[in-house]
């Protein structure tokens, strides 16, 4: 029969305390300090490297010791970096552009006027009849 090791994962513990304790700088940053935005946003992004160093070292195992002195999958995180690179620019991309259904940027405007004189006139009427 097994033997069964029942120890607690003291790396997994640290890491998961050190990523909590990040994340609460950086809403304390962004929420509860007077430092300007230039400051807030770089301090956030030094914090995110961190914290994504941390999670590829101890929770991702990136360096495996147990197989040939150390495995490090770059394969995967080559690809995995061209995947958030796309998708943050394929966003920041629709976000900056913020396409709308009016093609030719008139119709909504149109819309608008018709339905501010549609108003006046019902307005003129009401007041005709008193």
């Known amino acids: ?3 069964h ?3 607690i994962p003291m790396q997994h513990v640290v890491g998961f305390v ?7 700088l950086a809403t304390w940053a962004a929420l509860g300090s007077n430092l300007s935005t ?3 946003i770089s301090g956030i992004m030094i914090l995110a490297v961190i914290q994504a160093g941390i999670q590829l ?10 197989s040939q002195n150390g495995h490090v999958p770059w394969n995967m995180m080559f690809h995995g970096a061209v995947l958030a ?4 620019a394929g966003s920041l991309f629709v976000m900056s552009f913020g396409f709308t259904h009016d093609h030719d940027g008139d119709d909504h405007q149109q819309h608008e006027q018709q339905e501010d004189d549609g108003q006046e006139q019902h307005d003129e ?6």
């Not at 009427?125 to 008193?130: C, I, N, Q």
């Open 1 to 3: 029969m097994a033997e």
């Open 5 to 7: 090791n029942k120890r």
């Open 18 to 24: 050190l990523s909590i304790a990040l994340t609460l």
């Open 38 to 40: 230039t400051w807030i």
């Open 57 to 66: 070292f101890m929770f991702m195992h990136v360096v495996e010791f147990k």
């Open 85 to 88: 690179a796309i998708i943050v």
């Open 125 to 130: 009427g009401e007041h005709e009849g008193h």
